[in-house]
Nanobody, 125 residues
Framework: QVQLVESGGGSVQAGGSLRLSCAVS????????MAWFRQAPGKEREAVAI???????MYPNSVKGRFTVSKDAAKNSQYLQMNSLKPEDTAMYYC???????????????????WGQGTQVTVSS
């Protein structure tokens, strides 16, 4: 069983930055499809960053240029650097992983087997 634990969420003013971390219980970040999702109240869960099996980063237009996903295989960790935060970025953020390779990316949350418990990000105007 793979366990994911997020940290780094918090409250920040618009324009600020936060860095989320996701610690993975096993050596999976090098071979799994990894991603960050978010879910705001009353909205569907959406991908904000995907790290493909071959290490490419993919982002939706809503965060492109502001968010950066990365991983450290030696630490079994994934990160999400979020800059120029906006109030509409307020949501619970989740780390996700799946053993099936995703060279082309995977945007549907149903395509991920393992999830963290989430970390809250609140951006005030």
């Amino acid at each position: 069983q793979v366990q994911l634990v997020e940290s780094g969420g918090g409250s920040v003013q618009a324009g600020g930055s936060l860095r989320l971390s996701c610690a993975v219980s096993t050596d999976t970040v090098s071979t799994y499809c990894m991603a960050w999702f978010r879910q705001a109240p009353g909205k569907e869960r959406e991908a904000v960053a995907i790290l493909t099996t071959d290490g490419r980063a993919m982002y939706p237009n809503s965060v492109k240029g502001r968010f950066t996903v990365s991983k450290d295989a030696a630490k079994n960790s994934q990160y999400l650097q979020m800059n120029s935060l906006k109030p509409e970025d307020t949501a619970m953020y989740y780390c996700a992983a799946d053993p099936v390779s995703c060279y082309g990316g995977r945007w549907n949350p149903a395509g991920y087997k393992y999830w963290g418990q989430g970390t809250q990000v609140t951006v005030s105007s």
